[in-house]
């Protein structure tokens, strides 16, 4: 740098030295200094208004020319110019082929901004949603007006999955999931659900269907077993092992068919809310125990609260009902099961804790799946269904209420159906 300054200083030496000898001849020669200075002055004002115009263009156009230090600074700006646009060109690039790979994605994808307003969407989000290039700026929330989607969106919640059908098309089932990133931004993710829905209700309605049908020639089975067992009053030995095989394995069908039936009825039927005395209902249910369970020592009642509550007796019957069981069915005969009916702070809890095998940590978000049986190897085979959970589940959602399973393998396990107390209740 140093060397293109001495370039300028020898310019101005020499203007110096003419200056000098001129004078030599014609005397003034601090006017002739005067002179020389405001030749530079005037020059390098030049320059740089010439650089100021061009930059005020935003540098679009022909870089000026100059000479000495200012053709080395234009020269530092046209470097720069190039290094930018090819940046830029190397960015569109970039954003292209992120739009391209963004527009083939299977899912509709919006960008929100921090007011949840739209600052960029797929080809997808136009066809799924009706959200247009057009929309952006736009608050999503004045495009998907759905309370539920409002709700998703307002809870922030990065684990929430919401299924709804799609505002443009009724359907289309999607699947609408949540990230947050960068500086208060969000992507939401729009997947199509339908098939997989589809499925889902065809299996349904298939398991629903099977189950009527079967509950006819069940009972016309149950009904002839039970003919042949009373018709001989001497039946052999092979013959007896046989009926009672026959009639232990209808029952069972029974069972199966009646849990399908009452959890088809869960999921379709009206909500019918009536006021339910919850310390009667446990009573009722501890009493029709004795025809599985006869030493009813091994239930301890502990029925602290005198609420009732709002809700279907017969749903709320069949669920504690398997609670029940379960915990007198998964623990050792001389072990003691607790029933408790308490309040506790802003909750209603019904309670069933045993002293039995227990569930293992990995098991417990599975066994209130439908037909999940743990498997153990026992001394006794239990029977079973696999069901009474899934309907224990499905009928505390019927009543806003939650499960809260707490088990340690060995040493037993605790089942909570959790009630809020802003549930319409009412105290004896
Ligand atoms: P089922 O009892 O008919 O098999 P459930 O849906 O009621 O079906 O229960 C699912 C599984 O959860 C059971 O097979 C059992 O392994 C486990 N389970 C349920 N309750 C208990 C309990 N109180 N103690 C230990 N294991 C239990």
């Known amino acids: 740098m140093i060397w293109l300054w001495r370039k300028e200083l020898a310019f101005l030496i020499l203007f110096i030295v003419i200056a000098a000898i001129i004078s030599h001849f014609i005397g003034h020669f601090l006017h002739l200094l005067v002179l020389i200075f405001s030749f530079i002055i005037i020059r390098q004002a030049i320059l740089l208004t010439q650089l100021e115009r061009w930059l005020s263009r935003r540098a679009i156009g022909k870089i000026p020319t100059g000479f000495g230090i200012w053709s080395d600074i234009y020269y530092h700006f046209y470097r720069i110019k190039q290094q930018d646009k090819q940046r830029k060109k190397k960015l569109a690039k970039i ?3 992120f739009r391209q790979s963004t527009d083939v994605l299977p899912d509709a994808a919006i960008v929100l901004g921090n007011n949840d307003e739209i600052e960029w969407t797929n080809k997808l989000t136009k066809l799924v949603l009706g959200i247009k290039k057009s929309d952006k700026g736009q608050r999503i929330d004045n495009l998907i007006r759905t309370p539920e989607f409002i709700k998703f969106l307002k809870a922030k ?6 299924t709804l059908p799609s505002p443009v098309d009724n359907n289309l089932i999607l699947q609408f999931r949540m990230v947050s990133y960068g500086v208060k931004q969000r992507l939401i993710i729009a997947h199509d659900v339908t098939q997989q829905k589809n499925m889902e209700a065809m299996r349904k309605n298939f398991v629903d269907n099977i189950s009527h049908e079967l509950r006819t020639p069940l009972t016309v089975l149950k009904g002839y077993i039970e003919t042949l067992q009373d018709l001989d009053d001497n039946p052999s030995a092979i013959q007896r092992h046989s009926l009672d095989k026959m009639q232990a394995q209808t029952d069972r069908m029974q069972y199966l068919v009646d849990d399908l039936l009452l959890l088809a009825r869960l999921e379709t039927k009206k909500k019918k809310t009536e006021c339910v005395d919850i310390n009667q209902l446990i009573k009722k249910i501890c009493s029709e125990t004795q025809a599985i369970e006869k ?3 091994r239930i301890k009642l502990n029925l602290e609260s005198s609420i009732r509550i709002m809700g279907e007796e017969q749903d709320l019957h069949s669920a504690f009902t398997n609670l029940i069981i379960n915990a007198l069915k998964y623990s050792a005969k001389d072990k003691p099961v607790t029933v408790s009916w308490k309040t506790v702070k802003d909750q209603n809890i019904f309670e069933v804790t045993d002293q ?18 743990i498997d153990i190897k026992r001394p006794t085979k239990l029977s079973g269904t696999g069901l009474g959970l899934a309907i224990v589940k499905h009928v505390l959602i019927r009543h806003d209420a939650k499960l809260e399973i707490k088990s340690k393998p060995g040493k037993g396990s605790q089942f ?7 549930l319409p209740d009412t105290n004896i």
């Open 95 to 97: 954003i292209e082929q």
């Open 157 to 162: 919640n990065e684990s929430a999955i919401l």
């Open 295 to 297: 030493n009813q020592a």
């Open 356 to 373: 039995g095998e227990g569930i293992s940590m990995s098991e417990i978000p599975r066994i209130t799946e439908r037909f999940y049986r």
């Open 416 to 422: 909570k159906c959790i009630f809020p107390r802003s």
